[in-house]
């Protein structure tokens, strides 16, 4: 149980980070409940943790019904990044890089956090822990699943807010995905 808080701890304070230092000053979005969270902050101005937590809702109820396991790990998980983007929301604008050096930073800093949670089986939100019941049941790669659903989440954004700088936001799905992909794709070595 130590470990799981730890890597809970560890992958949702990378999230919260790469989200805010990174993601939020240039009004991107990434893909999945964070995403749809950002969509909500930018359009209503709603909280983007809180919005996180709510919209969660459906979809663990829908997985303590299909897998228990997964419910009670991705809770967790969810609440850790829900809150910590909340504490963690003073990051925003503490660093002033080009968008696509903080593209490339945040999304990386994200993909770690994310890709460490998946590989130990807890789901960081939403549309994560909707990826890894998909991956379950259709032995697809969960770093697939999430980008396509991502993909979709994205060009609904840019329908929605006619910001070309959302197209960058493709290429944060893109490197969660790749990092997620890579992460959860390694064999565990036994000693």
């Known amino acids: 149980m130590l470990k799981k808080l730890a890597v809970i701890g560890f992958g949702s304070t990378m999230i919260s980070v790469g989200i805010n230092m990174f993601i939020l000053p240039f009004h991107l979005i990434n893909g999945g409940i964070f995403g749809i969270s950002l969509l909500l902050n930018y359009v209503w101005g709603l909280k983007v943790g809180l919005m996180f937590i709510l919209l969660n809702i459906p979809i663990y109820l829908f997985a303590l019904k299909k897998d228990p396991i997964y419910f009670y790990n991705g809770i967790l998980g969810a609440v850790f990044s829900g809150c910590l983007i909340e504490l963690l929301l003073p990051l925003n604008g503490l660093v002033n890089l080009p968008i696509i050096s903080s593209v490339i930073t945040g ?22 822990l909707l990826a890894l019941l998909i991956a379950k049941w259709t032995k697809m790669n969960v770093g697939v699943i999430m980008v396509t659903l991502d ?30 992909t890579i992460i959860t794709s390694f064999r565990r070595v036994s000693m």
């Open 107 to 128: 999304a990386t800093i994200i993909g770690v956090g994310v890709g460490v949670m998946l590989r130990n089986h807890i789901s960081p939100g939403g549309m994560d």
């Open 151 to 180: 993909a979709v989440i994205i060009l609904t954004g840019l329908f929605l807010l006619q910001d070309a700088r959302l197209l960058y936001s493709l290429l944060i799905i893109s490197i969660i995905g790749m990092l997620a």
